[in-house]
């Protein structure tokens, strides 16, 4: 049976009437697998639907969890805020301005060594990058990222392992650091360990430190008192809605190094208040791994294998009480995958999900976040549509690809919104997109979420005309001697507005005047 086949009944059986729904039938949820939280969407800019052909090629450390084939391995340890770029290093985070080509500069963390000789002690025990998490503390946006260092002893106090949590700035500020002591010893921790941030509600925020054998704690911070507020070497967080963290708990009360293994043994889901570290309730069932992702305001998807069954469980189950309803119910993957699909949420209400391929076809499916119903599921043989291989999902929109290339996909239909946007980005902002550039590198593509029919093509960024060079692909002619004056909004469209300067006029290349053109028609040149 295909994974296709394998989810078709039990979605229909769903959209129905029903597959085992009720009070709680659904089954646990773990943080293994799950990925870290998205920032906040942006006031109403609306979702990019369209990107540069050409995009700016980004450090080589931005493909951290790229392998050699050019597959994300992993989300990659950057967060955009605009035209902003953050950038975790492992050690530093880099703020680069992506409509200028600058580099504002880094932020290293206040125990890193700068330019250790090769071999030497770098200060950071972990090297292994995360995604930042842009927030707005006190009306600022930041980026928060974090790391496991090592602190130095003193005197007859031996070196010990902490957990900090840094908050920089646009300009590659560090405006403050929190630091959490690990009850180990640096030696303790198993290869690279990674402060993966799981979500942020107001002033306090969950992160989750692993290592290279699946060992991990979690640790909350209040950004308000600046402080850590609690640790627990059981539960592993997977997503926060509202004011509660979702994950696994290990009862078995063993630990290994940093805390609990998160896959093999037996995991109970659990609740647990942000603010105080205390369990709200947990689940009965035994799972033996899970993923979890917010599903909408206060609620959470998990899939997660069943312990007893080996079956691949996909449920949604309100944050607060941990109550829910089964979606989907099938058999282990028939080629040994425990986890078969890949789930997301996208910032507003809706759930994606993409399967691991593993030689069964691709197939995907949209979980309303509130209700948990089924909104579609592809592939759809009666309709003549293929499911995309899904790379990310953000504020209504699904970005994959198809053996035809790109496409974009509406969340809550499931319809193409466009099939030839450009890229797949696998991190999606109104402004920007970052993709695989077909290189084994990650490269940055400016974005826009002009309505299609109003779109021709979009311009690259700036550094890319300097010099009157245009971009391959555009043919485009220049009219007119050197650069235009500012002339205000160039483009309106879904509530954004392009003014000149945007687009270039401050860097020095020709042609306001073209890109009028270019986004408007012949007949809006100057």
Same mark, same amino acid.
């Given at each position: 049976?295909?994974?296709?086949?394998?989810?078709?009944?039990?979605?229909?059986?769903?959209?129905?009437?029903?597959?085992?729904?009720?009070?709680?039938?659904?089954?646990?949820?773990?943080?293994?697998?799950?990925?870290?939280?998205?920032?906040?969407?942006?006031?109403?800019?609306?979702?990019?639907?369209?990107?540069?052909?050409?995009?700016?090629?980004?450090?080589?450390?931005?493909?951290?969890? !790229?392998?050699?084939?050019?597959?994300?391995?992993?989300?990659?340890?950057?967060?955009?805020?605009?035209?902003?770029?953050?950038?975790?290093?492992?050690?530093?985070?880099?703020?680069?301005?992506?409509?200028?080509?600058?580099?504002?500069?880094?932020?290293?963390?206040?125990?890193?060594?700068?330019?250790?000789?090769?071999?030497?002690?770098? *200060?950071?025990?972990?090297?292994?990058?995360?995604?930042?998490?842009?927030?707005?503390?006190?009306?600022?946006?930041?980026?928060?990222?974090?790391?496991?260092?090592?602190?130095?002893? /003193?005197?007859?106090?031996?070196?010990?392992?902490?957990?900090?949590?840094?908050?920089?700035?646009?300009?590659?500020?560090?405006?403050?650091?929190?630091?959490?002591?690990?009850?180990?010893?640096?030696?303790?921790?198993?290869?690279?360990?990674?402060? !993966?941030?799981?979500?942020?509600?107001?002033?306090?925020?969950?992160?989750?430190?692993?290592?290279?054998?699946?060992?991990?704690?979690?640790?909350?911070?209040?950004? !308000?008192?600046?402080?850590?507020?609690?640790?627990?070497?059981?539960?592993?967080?997977?997503?926060?809605?509202?004011?509660?963290?979702?994950?696994?708990?290990?009862?078995?009360?063993?630990?290994?190094?940093?805390?609990?293994?998160?896959?093999?043994?037996?995991?109970?889901?659990?609740?647990?208040?942000?603010?105080?570290?205390?369990?709200?309730?947990?689940?009965?069932?035994?799972?033996?791994?899970?993923?979890?992702?917010?599903?909408?305001?206060?609620?959470?998807?998990?899939?997660?294998?069943?312990?007893?069954?080996?079956?691949?469980?996909?449920?949604?189950?309100?944050?607060?009480?941990?109550?829910?309803?089964?979606?989907?119910?099938?058999?282990?993957?028939?080629?040994?995958?425990?986890?078969?699909?890949?789930?997301?949420?996208?910032?507003?209400?809706?759930?994606?999900?993409?399967?691991?391929?593993? *030689?069964?076809?691709?197939?995907?499916?949209?979980?309303?976040?509130?209700?948990?119903?089924?909104?579609?599921?592809?592939?759809? /043989?009666?309709?003549?549509?293929?499911?995309?291989?899904?790379?990310?999902?953000?504020? *209504?929109?699904?970005?994959?690809?198809?053996?035809?290339?790109?496409?974009?996909?509406?969340?809550? !239909?499931?319809?193409?919104?466009?099939?030839?946007?450009?890229?797949?980005?696998?991190?999606?902002?109104?402004?920007?997109?970052?993709?695989?550039?077909?290189?084994?590198?990650?490269?940055?593509?400016?974005?826009?979420?002009?309505?299609?029919?109003?779109?021709?093509?979009?311009?690259?960024?700036?550094?890319?005309?300097?010099? *009157?060079?245009?971009?391959?692909?555009?043919?485009?002619?220049?009219?007119?001697?050197?650069?235009?004056?500012?002339?205000?909004?160039?483009?309106?469209?879904?509530?954004?507005?392009?003014?000149?300067?945007?687009?270039?006029?401050?860097?020095?290349?020709?042609?306001?005047?073209?890109?009028?053109?270019?986004?408007?028609?012949?007949?809006?040149?100057?």
């Amino acid at each position: 049976m295909t994974l296709a086949c394998a989810l078709a009944c039990p979605l229909a059986c769903a959209l129905a009437a029903g597959c085992g729904g009720g009070s709680g039938s659904g089954p646990p949820a773990a943080s293994h697998g799950s990925g870290p939280a998205k920032p906040a969407l942006k006031a109403r800019r609306g979702p990019p639907t369209a990107f540069s052909r050409a995009g700016i090629p980004l450090p080589d450390v931005a493909s951290a969890n !790229t392998s050699l084939g050019g597959e994300q391995q992993g989300p990659p340890p950057v967060a955009l805020d605009g035209y902003t770029l953050f950038l975790a290093t492992g050690t530093a985070v880099r703020v680069m301005n992506l409509g200028t080509g600058q580099t504002a500069g880094s932020a290293r963390s206040a125990y890193a060594v700068p330019d250790p000789p090769a071999g030497a002690d770098s *200060g950071v025990v972990g090297a292994a990058p995360a995604p930042p998490l842009v927030v707005s503390i006190g009306g600022q946006q930041v980026a928060l990222v974090g790391y496991v260092v090592r602190v130095p002893g /003193k005197g007859t106090v031996p070196p010990s392992a902490a957990v900090e949590l840094d908050a920089v700035d646009a300009h590659a500020h560090r405006l403050w650091r929190i630091l959490a002591p690990l009850p180990v010893q640096p030696s303790d921790i198993s290869g690279q360990p990674t402060v !993966t941030l799981a979500g942020v509600a107001g002033r306090y925020v969950v992160a989750v430190v692993g290592d290279n054998d699946d060992n991990y704690r979690t640790v909350a911070f209040d950004l !308000t008192a600046r402080k850590a507020i609690w640790q627990d070497a059981s539960f592993v967080a997977g997503a926060v809605a509202g004011d509660t963290a979702v994950g696994t708990i290990d009862p078995s009360g063993q630990r290994y190094g940093l805390g609990s293994h998160s896959e093999g043994d037996t995991l109970r889901v659990a609740g647990i208040d942000i603010q105080n570290g205390k369990a709200e309730w947990k689940r009965s069932e035994a799972v033996s791994a899970a993923n979890v992702q917010q599903g909408g305001q206060g609620t959470i998807l998990v899939e997660a294998a069943d312990e007893n069954s080996g079956n691949d469980i996909i449920s949604l189950l309100g944050a607060g009480n941990g109550k829910g309803s089964v979606i989907a119910n099938q058999p282990a993957s028939p080629v040994g995958l425990s986890l078969p699909w890949t789930c997301q949420f996208d910032g507003q209400r809706t759930v994606v999900c993409g399967s691991a391929d593993g *030689g069964q076809g691709q197939a995907a499916f949209a979980v309303d976040g509130t209700t948990g119903r089924v909104l579609w599921r592809l592939p759809d /043989k009666k309709a003549n549509r293929v499911a995309p291989d899904i790379t990310e999902a953000y504020d *209504g929109m699904v970005y994959g690809t198809t053996a035809n290339g790109p496409v974009i996909v509406n969340a809550r !239909t499931g319809k193409d919104v466009n099939d030839s946007p450009g890229i797949a980005p696998v991190v999606a902002d109104p402004d920007v997109g970052i993709a695989d550039s077909q290189n084994d590198g990650l490269e940055a593509y400016r974005a826009s979420s002009l309505p299609i029919q109003q779109l021709r093509a979009i311009e690259p960024f700036p550094q890319r005309w300097l010099g *009157g060079i245009p971009e391959p692909g555009y043919d485009l002619e220049r009219r007119g001697p050197g650069p235009c004056a500012p002339v205000g909004a160039i483009a309106r469209g879904e509530g954004e507005q392009f003014p000149c300067g945007v687009f270039g006029t401050t860097f020095g290349y020709p042609g306001c005047e073209v890109l009028r053109e270019v986004l408007l028609g012949p007949e809006h040149a100057q």
